[in-house]
Nanobody, 114 residues
């Protein structure tokens, strides 16, 4: 049974940075594309970023382009999301997703507030 576990969330001031991690287990992580999604208060879950199995084919939502960086370490089975220049509107629960394995993580809370 596959599993995704996010970590690295927290509270930060506007302009700050956080790095989220998503540890994968129970499936062949290195052959799967991976996604980050987020869900803000009272909002629907939305796409943030995606990365191909080998680390190429990267895409970002327009709202995070130039501020967030998705990456992966296939040797460690970990997906990352580096978030810089955070804004209050980035406040959300962040989820990793393995679409072809039909897996979602449990989410990690990110709060951006002064």
């Amino acid at each position: 049974q596959g599993q995704l576990v996010e970590s690295g969330g927290g509270s930060v001031q506007p302009g700050g940075s956080l790095r989220l991690s998503c540890a994968a287990s129970g499936f062949t992580f290195s052959t799967r594309s991976m996604n980050w999604y987020r869900q803000g208060p009272g909002q629907e879950r939305e796409f943030v970023a995606s990365i191909g199995s080998s680390g190429g084919t990267i895409n970002y939502a327009d709202s995070v382009k130039g501020r967030f960086t998705i990456s992966r370490d296939n040797a460690k089975n970990i997906l990352y999301l580096q978030m810089d220049n955070l804004k209050p509107e980035d406040t959300a629960v962040y989820y990793c997703r393995a679409p072809s394995a039909r897996l979602w993580g449990q989410g990690t809370q990110v709060t951006v507030s002064s």
